[in-house]
């Protein structure tokens, strides 16, 4: 480890503005001290197309390396430390599915507009961008699907099951107007059961993805804190169940949790229902002040598969490595997709 700090420091420091360093905030701490832009993934989206670096090294997960190599300049090499980072909740929509279920629900002439959450593979983009749809995070989800509603006569979100819900309930998009599509459009079972009629008169059309890291939170653990620290505050992200939402004081993207943990008066405790290399960050940066405990202990492994020696190793062979490169015929209906959203968020 010490090894690879030096390595580290001596790359970027020799390679100046040549490498820029971006790390999402559930990263851990030791991984982020070597970053130079840090962030929500939709603040890293946004950041992309402004860097002049030659080469951006991705810490987080595939998709984000995907989005940075669209979203980057003619020349701009992208990098991840581990490839086989993944996003288990992106990894539940697969381009051919989302297509075929589009498909399927137009078959009746309506306009279905599709809604990705930024977690999602290059081709689900492509597929969005080319169906007329866009792409929203967690920071800007209410702002997008209300763009969504008003461009066709129904809109399809998807990974995210709880996002989807959070946001519609925020919307106030009524219960009979929406559907969740049955889990065959995530297991692969060979023939996908959806039905256009069940769905003609629906507004909101839900994929059934979740992140298994914010499936650890139950509502149980919320009310024992508020019956045993009625002073506490307890704060979600949005890709957790609606009921936890609900059950909480507040909810939002990284860059939310982070504020509200800030500028709480000083003495709050305040309990953080996210990924934990997170919580322990703001408990640390707090110590003293405040207290931030995590509702419950939830670790992404594929966050956490990005460490200093990969990070370090991948400094070391930056030339001769193989960037993340998104082939030509998604490419440009994917960048499509994630400039709406850029367009409409700016
Ligand atoms: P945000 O940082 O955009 O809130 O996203 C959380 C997340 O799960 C990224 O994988
Ligand atoms: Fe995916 Fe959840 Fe990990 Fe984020 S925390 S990368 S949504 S599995």
Not at 138 to 154: E, I, V
Not at 283 to 293: D, L, S
Request: glycine share 6%; aromatic share 4%.
């Amino acid at each position: 480890m010490e090894k690879s700090i030096e390595t580290i420091e001596r790359i970027r420091k020799s390679m100046g503005g040549r490498l820029a360093i971006l790390g999402h905030h559930y990263q851990s701490d030791a991984v982020i001290a070597h970053t130079d832009i840090q962030g929500d993934s939709l603040e890293l989206s946004r950041k992309i197309s402004a860097l002049d670096a030659e080469h951006i090294v991705f810490c987080g997960v595939f998709f984000m390396a995907e989005s940075a190599s669209i979203l980057g300049r003619p020349g701009q090499k992208i990098h991840i430390p581990d490839a086989s980072a993944s996003c288990p909740m992106a990894d539940m929509a697969e381009a051919g599915r989302v297509e075929e279920t589009l498909d399927i629900l137009q078959k009746d002439g309506r306009k279905i507009i599709p809604l990705t959450y930024v977690n999602s593979s290059a081709a689900v983009k492509g597929v969005v961008g080319r169906f007329d749809g866009s792409v929203c995070t967690s920071a800007n989800a209410k702002t997008m699907l209300d763009w969504a509603l008003g461009r066709g006569d129904a809109v399809l979100f998807l990974p995210d099951k709880h996002l989807a819900r959070n946001t519609a309930n925020f919307l106030n998009i009524p219960e009979e107007k929406r559907m969740m599509l049955p889990r065959d459009v995530i297991d692969g079972s060979p023939a996908l059961s959806v039905d256009p009629a069940t769905a003609a008169d629906k507004k909101f059309i839900i994929w059934p993805g979740y992140c298994p890291i914010h499936e650890e939170f139950d509502v149980d653990a919320i009310r024992r804190i508020r019956a045993d620290e009625p002073n506490a505050r307890i704060i979600v992200h949005p890709e957790c169940d609606p009921k936890i939402v609900q059950a909480a004081d507040g909810d939002g993207s990284t860059t939310y949790l982070i504020k509200y943990a800030a500028e709480a008066p000083a003495g709050t405790t305040i309990y953080v229902g996210t990924e934990t290399n997170l919580v322990n960050r703001l408990a640390a940066r707090h110590a003293g002040e405040k207290t931030i405990r995590p509702l419950a202990i939830s670790v992404c492994d594929d966050m956490g598969k990005i460490t200093v020696d990969n990070l370090a190793a991948k400094l070391c062979n930056l030339e001769t490595d193989a960037p993340v490169v998104v082939p030509e015929e998604i490419r440009e209906s994917s960048r499509l997709a994630l400039e709406r959203m850029l367009e409409v968020c700016s």
